[in-house]
């Protein structure tokens, strides 16, 4: 993905993927190893102080120089945290300063390092001369940031218990969600990290991580990389697309998001689930919701907890009658756009969908109804044609897909369709060869079947609800890892890394 066209930013060292020989067959495998060995001939204390370091090497491995980032940032934030836990029993006032002091910290990482050239970029526009900093994105920055102002905001409120520092460095730098989430909760993770009875071997958990892996690897290797493919081109090469351009386009990306996402969650859940941990469900089937409100309940859904919780109820929630409820829902979604990142198409986004929250909230109060089909229709459509400014480089290429979308820049067809359809050239349709470099019949098959996986199957999480050690699930995975492995020559990063 990217940042606006002035503040890319290339990303230095390698990184070590999910979807990657590294990780598949080095560092997932000696890490579960030798977590277990040391559980077992040591304590779980050793156990856990090994994941820590190796979940430090895993992500200091792309550039070393961040790693006094998270490990200040963990350590502040744990000894903030402590006391406010503390202060809260006997209310001292003095908790409220330390709790705008640790939020200062915090965001004013998050600001530095995500924000600062975008700032000065904006004060460029306004007639300023001002130099870019091109400071690099940290890896993770934006979740392990969010996962900890929760664990202040807890901490003030006395809802946190006392952890030791270990487990704490272990909820923040495990490495399955370190990179791109899910955004955990200290209340869902501390205590299976302290808890003896995960120290074991569990070999349903294995057996169920591995299927969520292999899983997760054949959607981002087999299917969204593909469709990354014709959405780059149409976003980034071409000049102009025509009507069938554009929307292959538009719903390439749509696709890919959603492959390349549910990939990386399917891949976090299953090799946490190895470790005897269970991270949260982050991602469940989105693209079947029948409104905007039940989409943000299915996409992205520990990010929507974080901002209902820490920002929308803060706000005042529902409580502050309907114009009141209205505004809280457009400021939390307009920075819930900012923290996708710092350019002013992923505000809009954030603008787009807090407007239809708005509108699906005055609809209901409504009374009214609409056939489910329709219902469908509307929301995904909305949904694809808002992603066209999450992953437009600028406003012109958001501009140009959209266009392209609602006919502006004319339609064709192949050529080989000028005989049987060739009365529509009087409506200005015309025949020949696609500015995209992609077969119109095979875009089309590939969006079709896409599409039959997203709606007509259970996802990854409830095929592992179900999951039973048979031959038919061993199976599943066997093909689906040994058809990703054998394509992962051509590596990619998961979307969500550059968040």
Known sequence: MRQSCPLDRKEPGKVVLFNSYEYVLMFLPVSLILYFIFNRLFSKR???AWLVLASLFF???WNIKYLP????????NYLTGSTLSRLAVSDDPRRRILLILGLCFNLGLLGYYKYTDFFISNLNYLGNHLTLLHIILPLGISFFTFTQIAYLVDAYRGEVREYSLLNYALFVTFFPHLLAGPIIHHREMMPQFASDDNKGINYENLSRGLFLLSLGLFKK????DVFAVWANYGFDTAVSLTLLEAWITSLSYTLQLYFDFSAYTDMAIGSALMFNIRLPINFNSPYKSLSIQEFWRRWHITLSRFLRDYIYIPLGGNQRGQAGIYRNIMITFLLGGLWHGAAWTFVFWGFLHGLALVINRAWQRLGC????????FITFNFVNMAFVFFRAKSWEDAGKVLSGMLGLQGVSLPASFSGSLAFLSEYGVKFGAFNMAVDLKLAALALVAAMVLVLGFKNSIEME????PNPFYALLATA???AAILNLSN???FIYFNF
């Open 46 to 48: 050793v156990g856990v």
């Open 59 to 61: 992500y200091s491995y």
């Open 69 to 76: 980032l998270i490990l200040v940032s963990t350590i502040v």
């Open 221 to 224: 290797v087999i299917i969204a």
């Open 369 to 376: 109804k609409m056939n489910k089909v329709l219902a469908w």
């Open 465 to 468: 609800t179900r999951f039973r």
């Open 480 to 482: 689906a890892a040994v």
């Open 491 to 493: 590596i990619t990063q």
